[in-house]
């Protein structure tokens, strides 16, 4: 089986990581985002992924080939040279996805989170015997978004209502799609979109059918609703009884904390904290609701909460950093800094707090 | 014959972030003022001094950064540009000694030392003449500011007579002197020996003195690797008052380029001196068959300028943009590849290399080149939809604006 994961844009409301990196390599639970959905594909037996990118091929690239070897799974890309839209990409990358035997082929949008239930999802597009299936999940505030109304025992979909301004259902495109290869007759080459063009077409002739995906659901696009994720994504950890979790009385609710991390004494850590690889916490730390990204060293008796530290930065003794701090890569606090939603691009130095959010360029 | 070469320091691009978000996509020294790169600026004043041999542009920037402008440069002057890498920062005179060698090359009698950020006059004939009537290792460029200024660099007492350069400190607390130093030097090569005294010196203290923890915490200079050496604190303050630096007093225009807000404001001292110095490269015309232009106005020639266009004054247009019908711009910076849509307005902006400014939409800002926000700054590929408002704002690359904005940084 194949599937065809849209990568597209510069991910501009995740900077200033993205300045970084692109989108799909910026780590989520202490793995780049797009890693946790290539292991989900290769583990119902998909054998080929192609990446839809249209920014930094050299960088994809290049983490595609180091994947490739460890995972044992064929990863390519297709790059747009112009913006497709959500269905162009599909399009584009048709040879690819095609292979003759009539299969139906994957597609995933990166920058969702979700437990993956794609097993299931096969077995329901046998099911209905239908052209296309889509996932779709329940939300609170359904006009935010695109609202998918539906047949509630068959799941045949009746029609999509972009941010419906009364109430006409609370399921929403979850950006998870199984497409007969017959869809790809339907999608011309050039700017589509999946939700205003090609999946209506396919409900019409009541050939798309859709699945309320169990589990939880984020779009980890920016910072906030990253850190909302990782709170859903470890909680379903700790449901599968993962021994991934860190146990013992210095940590809080559920932590990841990768194995070469090292941790002082006294700190406390949690709930919902990824500590990425080499990461330094000495003593005294405390830890909530945040990630810690790859070579961050944090001094003593430092407090971070609802924060997101970027790659080989260092911050202070005595720190106190919350309310949506974000760091970029290679950021270094001094001693004693505080800083209440201080957004801080790359490459910088801060030695006086931040009293109120702000971007620091 | 007596030859004379130029140094210009061109930095590097981990020094300094204050030039984001226009940094992301160029080296600041490549940034255009007024239709030219920064660097290019000082460049054609040394192509001016008599008996110019080579210029060197010394930095810590990739080779291949430079190597298109310095080879274009080089043809278009029909004298050697260099671009020579530091494989780490030496420092404002570190660097210059680091390069001797090559810089000694043609022997020459004088070498000039320019840092590329500044923004003035460059008057270097004159310069030299009065350095060689003086007689000393050295001279540099000075200029008269408001007291109140004059702590932010660094400030020098020369004597009114002799013009000998007394004292020198940088960045004091307290006032010392409205003379400050605009980072423009000329030196024989006696420098190089006072460098080398200058780095063999701390070799000795660090040699003699066992500093105690404490005290290397305390100390300012905080161990300085021995072949870090600036020109200013370690050169200008212990050789004055010894008759070896003596100072030039330029009365026209100076400023320091370092933040977007003022590459604004010297494109605009440069577009005014192309009056006297270049006066064709400035765009004229009437709106007849081609576009109103009030006060200084540089337009690329493939740039191309809808005749009802009413541009000016201080707008620079760089090459490949398109202006159309009914555009209004006021003190801007339009980079290459921009389209300025139907109607649109620009005022005190810089727009980025391939943006979009839509129909009937509004890019401006108070115009104050020392705010933070003073001068909107449009980056890379920046899309900006019909009649949208953009104040005050800073904008990242490959952002799109479908709703106004004012007074905000968009990510």
Redesign the interface.
């Given at each position: 089986m194949k599937a065809l994961i849209l990568v597209g844009g510069?991910g501009?409301?995740l900077?200033?990581l993205t300045?970084s990196v692109p989108k799909p390599l910026v780590d989520f639970a202490n793995k780049p985002m797009i890693l946790h959905q290539i292991e989900a594909l290769k583990a119902i037996g998909v054998t080929e992924v192609v990446l839809a990118i249209n920014y930094q091929p050299e960088v994809m690239l290049n983490f595609l080939k180091e994947f490739e070897k460890k995972l044992g799974i064929k990863i390519t890309c297709s790059q747009e040279t112009e913006p497709l839209g959500t269905a162009g990409p599909i399009a584009l990358a048709r040879d690819k996805l095609i292979d003759g035997s009539g299969e139906p082929f994957f597609v995933l949008n990166s920058d969702v989170i979700s437990e993956y239930p794609l097993k299931e999802m096969v077995n329901f597009h046998k099911g209905h015997g239908g052209e296309a299936s889509i996932m779709v999940t329940k939300v609170d505030e359904p006009s935010k978004y695109g609202v998918v109304v539906m047949e509630e025992t068959t799941g045949k979909v009746e029609k999509f209502v972009e941010k419906p301004q009364i109430f006409v259902g609370n399921k929403i495109n979850a950006g998870i799609y199984l497409l007969n290869p017959s869809v790809l007759n339907r999608i011309e080459l050039r700017p589509t979109s999946i939700e205003k063009e090609v999946f209506p077409k396919i409900a019409a002739e009541n050939k798309l059918y859709a699945m309320v995906l169990p589990g939880f659901w984020m779009d980890i696009g920016q910072p906030k609703d990253y850190i909302t994720g990782l709170r859903m994504y470890l909680k379903s950890l700790r449901k599968k009884s993962s021994t991934k979790l860190s146990t013992g009385s210095h940590f809080v609710g559920n932590v990841l904390v990768d194995e070469s991390a090292v941790i002082g004494y006294g700190c406390l850590i949690g709930p919902d904290v990824a500590i990425g690889p080499g990461c330094i916490i000495e003593s005294g730390v405390r830890l909530s609701r945040c990630t810690i990204m790859r070579g961050v060293r944090i001094k003593k008796y430092t407090c971070v909460s609802n924060s997101i530290i970027g790659w080989h930065s260092t911050v202070g003794k005595w720190a106190r950093l919350e309310n949506m701090t974000i760091l970029g890569e290679d950021v270094h606090l001094g001693d004693e800094v505080y800083s209440n939603g201080g957004?801080v691009?790359p490459?910088?130095e801060i030695k006086s707090s931040i009293l109120k959010p702000e971007?620091v360029? | 014959m007596e030859k004379v070469v130029a140094v210009i320091m061109v930095g590097g691009p981990t020094k300094g972030t204050r030039f984001r978000p226009l940094s992301f996509n160029t080296p600041k020294p490549l940034f255009p003022l007024a239709g030219q790169p920064m660097v290019h600026h000082p460049i054609s004043a040394c192509k001016r001094i008599p008996n110019l041999a080579q210029i060197f542009l010394i930095g810590f920037y990739e080779e291949r950064e430079f190597t298109l402008y310095v080879s274009s440069i080089s043809n278009e002057l029909k004298i050697p540009v260099r671009y020579l890498k530091e494989d780490k920062p030496h420092g404002s005179a570190g660097g210059l000694y680091y390069f001797r060698n090559i810089i000694m090359e043609d022997n020459p009698s004088h070498i000039f030392l320019l840092n590329c950020d500044v923004c003035c006059s460059f008057p270097l004939t004159d310069m030299l003449e009065a350095h060689k009537r003086y007689s000393g290792m050295g001279t540099v460029l000075v200029i008269k500011v408001s007291a109140e200024s004059a702590s932010q660099f660094g400030e020098l007492v020369a004597d009114p007579i002799t013009k000998e350069l007394l004292h020198y400190t940088e960045k004091p607390e307290t006032f010392v002197s409205d003379l400050i130093n605009c980072g423009v030097y000329v030196f024989t090569p006696d420098i190089f020996t006072a460098i080398q005294e200058v780095s063999t010196h701390r070799e000795d203290q660090a040699n003699l003195r066992h500093l105690t923890s404490f005290e290397t915490l305390q100390s300012p200079t905080r161990a300085l690797p021995q072949d870090f050496v600036r020109l200013d604190q370690d050169i200008l303050s212990p050789f004055a008052g010894k008759k070896q630096l003596y100072t030039y007093e330029t009365m026209d225009f100076w400023e320091q380029i370092k933040t977007p807000g003022m590459s604004l404001k010297c494109s605009g001292l440069y577009l005014a001196q192309f009056r006297y110095t270049s006066p064709d490269l400035l765009a004229g015309g009437d709106g007849t068959k081609s576009a109103s232009i009030v006060g200084d106005v540089y337009v690329h020639p493939s740039a191309k300028v809808h005749p009802t266009a009413k541009i000016g004054a201080n707008v620079s247009i760089s090459a490949n943009v398109r202006v159309g019908a009914g555009v209004r711009l006021i003190g801007c910076i339009i980079l290459d590849d921009v389209e300025v849509q139907e109607n649109a307005v620009v005022i005190n902006s810089i727009v980025g290399w391939k943006s979009s400014i839509g129909k009937w939409s509004r890019v401006q800002a108070d115009g104050d080149y020392n705010a933070k926000l003073g001068i909107t700054i449009l980056g890379e590929a920046v899309i900006v939809e019909d009649e949208v408002v953009v104040i005050n704002s800073i904008v990242l690359p490959n952002k799109t604006l479908n709703v106004s904005v004012q007074d905000e940084i968009i990510l």
């Amino acid at each position: 089986m194949k599937a065809l994961i849209l990568v597209g844009g510069f991910g501009t409301r995740l900077r200033p990581l993205t300045l970084s990196v692109p989108k799909p390599l910026v780590d989520f639970a202490n793995k780049p985002m797009i890693l946790h959905q290539i292991e989900a594909l290769k583990a119902i037996g998909v054998t080929e992924v192609v990446l839809a990118i249209n920014y930094q091929p050299e960088v994809m690239l290049n983490f595609l080939k180091e994947f490739e070897k460890k995972l044992g799974i064929k990863i390519t890309c297709s790059q747009e040279t112009e913006p497709l839209g959500t269905a162009g990409p599909i399009a584009l990358a048709r040879d690819k996805l095609i292979d003759g035997s009539g299969e139906p082929f994957f597609v995933l949008n990166s920058d969702v989170i979700s437990e993956y239930p794609l097993k299931e999802m096969v077995n329901f597009h046998k099911g209905h015997g239908g052209e296309a299936s889509i996932m779709v999940t329940k939300v609170d505030e359904p006009s935010k978004y695109g609202v998918v109304v539906m047949e509630e025992t068959t799941g045949k979909v009746e029609k999509f209502v972009e941010k419906p301004q009364i109430f006409v259902g609370n399921k929403i495109n979850a950006g998870i799609y199984l497409l007969n290869p017959s869809v790809l007759n339907r999608i011309e080459l050039r700017p589509t979109s999946i939700e205003k063009e090609v999946f209506p077409k396919i409900a019409a002739e009541n050939k798309l059918y859709a699945m309320v995906l169990p589990g939880f659901w984020m779009d980890i696009g920016q910072p906030k609703d990253y850190i909302t994720g990782l709170r859903m994504y470890l909680k379903s950890l700790r449901k599968k009884s993962s021994t991934k979790l860190s146990t013992g009385s210095h940590f809080v609710g559920n932590v990841l904390v990768d194995e070469s991390a090292v941790i002082g004494y006294g700190c406390l850590i949690g709930p919902d904290v990824a500590i990425g690889p080499g990461c330094i916490i000495e003593s005294g730390v405390r830890l909530s609701r945040c990630t810690i990204m790859r070579g961050v060293r944090i001094k003593k008796y430092t407090c971070v909460s609802n924060s997101i530290i970027g790659w080989h930065s260092t911050v202070g003794k005595w720190a106190r950093l919350e309310n949506m701090t974000i760091l970029g890569e290679d950021v270094h606090l001094g001693d004693e800094v505080y800083s209440n939603g201080g957004v801080v691009l790359p490459h910088k130095e801060i030695k006086s707090s931040i009293l109120k959010p702000e971007i620091v360029m | 014959m007596e030859k004379v070469v130029a140094v210009i320091m061109v930095g590097g691009p981990t020094k300094g972030t204050r030039f984001r978000p226009l940094s992301f996509n160029t080296p600041k020294p490549l940034f255009p003022l007024a239709g030219q790169p920064m660097v290019h600026h000082p460049i054609s004043a040394c192509k001016r001094i008599p008996n110019l041999a080579q210029i060197f542009l010394i930095g810590f920037y990739e080779e291949r950064e430079f190597t298109l402008y310095v080879s274009s440069i080089s043809n278009e002057l029909k004298i050697p540009v260099r671009y020579l890498k530091e494989d780490k920062p030496h420092g404002s005179a570190g660097g210059l000694y680091y390069f001797r060698n090559i810089i000694m090359e043609d022997n020459p009698s004088h070498i000039f030392l320019l840092n590329c950020d500044v923004c003035c006059s460059f008057p270097l004939t004159d310069m030299l003449e009065a350095h060689k009537r003086y007689s000393g290792m050295g001279t540099v460029l000075v200029i008269k500011v408001s007291a109140e200024s004059a702590s932010q660099f660094g400030e020098l007492v020369a004597d009114p007579i002799t013009k000998e350069l007394l004292h020198y400190t940088e960045k004091p607390e307290t006032f010392v002197s409205d003379l400050i130093n605009c980072g423009v030097y000329v030196f024989t090569p006696d420098i190089f020996t006072a460098i080398q005294e200058v780095s063999t010196h701390r070799e000795d203290q660090a040699n003699l003195r066992h500093l105690t923890s404490f005290e290397t915490l305390q100390s300012p200079t905080r161990a300085l690797p021995q072949d870090f050496v600036r020109l200013d604190q370690d050169i200008l303050s212990p050789f004055a008052g010894k008759k070896q630096l003596y100072t030039y007093e330029t009365m026209d225009f100076w400023e320091q380029i370092k933040t977007p807000g003022m590459s604004l404001k010297c494109s605009g001292l440069y577009l005014a001196q192309f009056r006297y110095t270049s006066p064709d490269l400035l765009a004229g015309g009437d709106g007849t068959k081609s576009a109103s232009i009030v006060g200084d106005v540089y337009v690329h020639p493939s740039a191309k300028v809808h005749p009802t266009a009413k541009i000016g004054a201080n707008v620079s247009i760089s090459a490949n943009v398109r202006v159309g019908a009914g555009v209004r711009l006021i003190g801007c910076i339009i980079l290459d590849d921009v389209e300025v849509q139907e109607n649109a307005v620009v005022i005190n902006s810089i727009v980025g290399w391939k943006s979009s400014i839509g129909k009937w939409s509004r890019v401006q800002a108070d115009g104050d080149y020392n705010a933070k926000l003073g001068i909107t700054i449009l980056g890379e590929a920046v899309i900006v939809e019909d009649e949208v408002v953009v104040i005050n704002s800073i904008v990242l690359p490959n952002k799109t604006l479908n709703v106004s904005v004012q007074d905000e940084i968009i990510l």
